[in-house]
């Protein structure tokens, strides 16, 4: 079955970067696309960035200059990099499944505290 | 960037009340492939979003049949047709249409 799976560092200092990776199964990175997306706590959903089927990418323009996705098709693996990182970066970060029904499988999310 | 502005921000019913939640885009999602690319999502406490309807109008499996979503171009809607407990939590609506994608702001859906 479909499964996505977000793992990194739960502490991060600020001014450093944040990696994150998200591990899926039960489908291609080749032909489905793998969305970033973050929430602060107690507050809304912000679309954070994409690797498409084809490999491109596209980001939130308010993250731009610090967000970089890569992938390792190979280990089903999507990456999510993040420097300059801020307290107000703290939040629970998510990957999901984009396609024809887009976020249609999401994972439990991983959170990431910026605290010196 | 495209902004998607939900009402209202919270919302107030009684089981087995029907309510609905509106979505307002800056530009219209209709893209030049003819699809609308505006979803629903669902996040109760503690979980992360579920998707609710996508392409406008489109249920995903295994979700019940009282939601259903309407609209075009820049104005949306999703209805819940007998509010059941299950459902109390903030609703959120997203667009793929114009990278990059956006959120609305949320609306929570509380017991009254």
């Known amino acids: 079955q479909v499964q996505l799976t977000e793992s990194g560092p739960g502490l991060v200092h600020p001014s450093e970067t944040l990696s994150l990776t998200c591990t899926v199964s039960?489908?291609?990175?080749?032909?489905?696309?793998v969305y970033w997306v973050r929430q602060p706590s107690g507050k809304g959903l912000e679309w954070m960035g994409r690797?498409?089927?084809?490999?491109?990418?596209s980001y939130n323009s308010a993250l731009k200059s610090r967000l970089s996705i890569s992938r390792d098709t190979s280990k089903n693996q999507v990456f999510l990099k993040m420097n300059s990182l801020q307290t107000d970066d703290t939040g629970t970060y998510y990957c999901?499944?984009?396609?024809?029904?887009?976020?249609?499988?999401w994972g439990q999310g991983v959170m990431v505290t910026v605290s010196s | 960037d495209v902004v998607l502005t939900q009402t209202p921000p919270t919302l107030s019913a009684t089981i087995g009340q029907s309510v609905s939640i509106s979505c307002r885009s800056s530009q219209s999602l209709l893209h030049s492939n003819g699809n609308t690319y505006l979803n629903w999502l669902l996040q109760r406490p503690g979980q992360p979003p579920q998707l609710l309807i996508y392409?406008?109008?489109r249920l995903e499996s295994g979700v019940p049949n009282r939601f259903s979503g309407s609209g075009s171009g820049t104005d949306f809607t999703l209805k819940i047709s007998g509010v059941e407990a299950e459902d109390l939590g903030v609703y959120y609506c997203?667009?793929?249409?114009?990278?990059?994608?956006?959120f609305g702001g949320g609306t929570k859906l509380e017991l009254k």
């Open positions: 999901t499944r984009g396609g024809y029904s887009s976020y249609d499988y």
């Open positions: 039960g489908f291609s990175l080749t032909g489905y696309s």
């Open positions: 997203v667009q793929s249409t114009h990278a990059p994608w956006t």
């Open positions: 392409l406008v109008s």
């Open positions: 690797m498409r089927y084809n490999g491109d990418t």
